[in-house]
């Protein structure tokens, strides 16, 4: 049921001059949307609310409800869940529903879902009609606090992730806090492989505060707009990944995405691909980077009070992984771009990782 009643929300703005917007924060956002997009999107009345088969049955009839209230038509479309719908295939099983439902320039999407639909719905309408405005209702961890801020869109290809795709932000991101309680715990562990990523990149207080908060004891908005500040900060230097800045989000990732990639899409989740990533560059950069041996342990151990996987299953064959992250987008001139961390909170993009180490 709706209830629009006026909620508290925490903010951040991401400032990117005329791409600039506003993420919200908090309880109950969901039921906000029709007003959201009639403040960023005034004039807007024709919307598709691209979701997937596990979300949409949970939220997307609010969606529908507040965007209608608001004088809005959507028009809603609904992908099977998990990775194997971030997909060139499936690109074209939305955008031609928006185009039967004429869908035209002055439209716009909203991405309901978690950092799969945030990815195909953003990349949806970055390309329709060669780009129209969608707004992010993240419905995940992982995509309240990472993927739903940045404007990275796109789709895997079989022989890599995230390999097709363009910079696209939203027009505004509604992060429902009260969303994610009905996620499993599987879901509800593998956001926090990325939160341990911005905390061991950019701010190593907030090591301690995670170390307390395993057991969803924290006031969850407030970490996770901590978290989206992180990373809004670094998008706001480096948008477009120019600057070396912006590679630093990619800490735990190549090896993460190759185990991703290997796995078959939907194999393990994202968030526990990085933090089997994450563990290994971790102690990389005790051999490389001069990172404390007791740093990379208590990073380990962080994924462990979170239930993420440390152990490469034996089923992945190093060298297979080896292989994948050569076709990845950070393999430059032979090597590979790993990032490593100096100490807890500073990281930086090393060249000379070899396969030797
Ligand atoms: P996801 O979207 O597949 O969601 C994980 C699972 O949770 C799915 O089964 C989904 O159906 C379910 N789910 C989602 N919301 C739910 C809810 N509220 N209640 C119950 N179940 C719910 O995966 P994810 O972990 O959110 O996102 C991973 C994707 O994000 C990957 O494709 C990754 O590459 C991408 N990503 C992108 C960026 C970026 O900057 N664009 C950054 C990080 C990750
Ligand atoms: N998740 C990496 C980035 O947004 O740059």
């Known amino acids: 049921m709706s209830d629009s009643s006026p909620i508290t929300s925490l903010q951040v703005h991401v400032s990117l001059g005329d791409r600039s917007y506003d993420v919200q924060v908090g309880d109950g956002l969901l039921d906000h949307l029709g007003e959201t997009a009639s403040l960023v999107l005034n004039g807007r009345t024709r919307a598709a609310v691209v979701t997937e088969s596990q979300v949409g049955p949970l939220y997307a009839e609010r969606a529908l409800e507040s965007l209608r209230a608001a004088g809005v038509d959507p028009v809603l479309i609904t992908v099977p869940e998990g990775e194997a719908s971030k997909a060139l295939g499936v690109v074209e099983k939305v955008c031609s529903p928006m185009a039967a439902a004429r869908l035209y320039r002055k439209s716009f999407v909203v991405a309901l879902g978690g950092g799969v639909i945030g990815d195909l719905g953003g990349f949806c309408a970055a390309i329709y009609q060669r780009g129209i405005p969608y707004l992010q209702v993240p419905t995940t961890v992982l995509s309240q606090v990472d993927s739903s801020v940045g404007g990275k869109t796109g789709a895997n ?12 932000q939203p027009a505004a991101v509604l992060a429902d806090t009260a969303t994610l309680q009905t996620l499993g715990k599987r879901e509800w562990n593998e956001g926090f492989a990325e939160i341990i990523k911005h905390a061991c990149i950019r701010d190593a207080a907030m090591v301690p505060h995670l170390e307390k908060v395993a057991e969803r004891k924290s006031h969850l908005p407030e970490l996770i707009r ?19 800045l912006r590679s630093l989000l990619n800490f735990g990732h190549t090896l993460g995405h190759a185990i991703e990639a290997a796995a078959g899409y939907g194999g393990m989740l994202h968030g526990e691909a990085i933090a089997l990533g994450l563990r290994a560059a971790a102690w990389l950069s005790t051999r490389v980077a001069g990172l404390a041996e007791a ?63």
């Open 157 to 168: 290809l079989p022989e890599a992730k995230n390999m097709v795709g363009c910079f696209h």
């Open 226 to 244: 901590r978290n989206i500040a992180i990373k809004a900060r670094i998008v706001e230097e480096d948008e477009y990944e120019t600057k070396g």
């Open 295 to 357: 740093d990379a342990r208590r990073v380990e151990q962080l994924l462990a009070a979170f239930d993420l996987p440390l152990v490469l299953p034996d089923r992945f064959a190093t060298d297979d992984l080896l292989g994948i992250a050569a076709s990845d987008k950070k393999f430059e001139h032979g090597k590979v771009r790993f990032v490593l961390l100096r100490s807890l909170g500073e990281a930086f993009v090393s060249h000379e990782v070899t396969r030797e180490h």
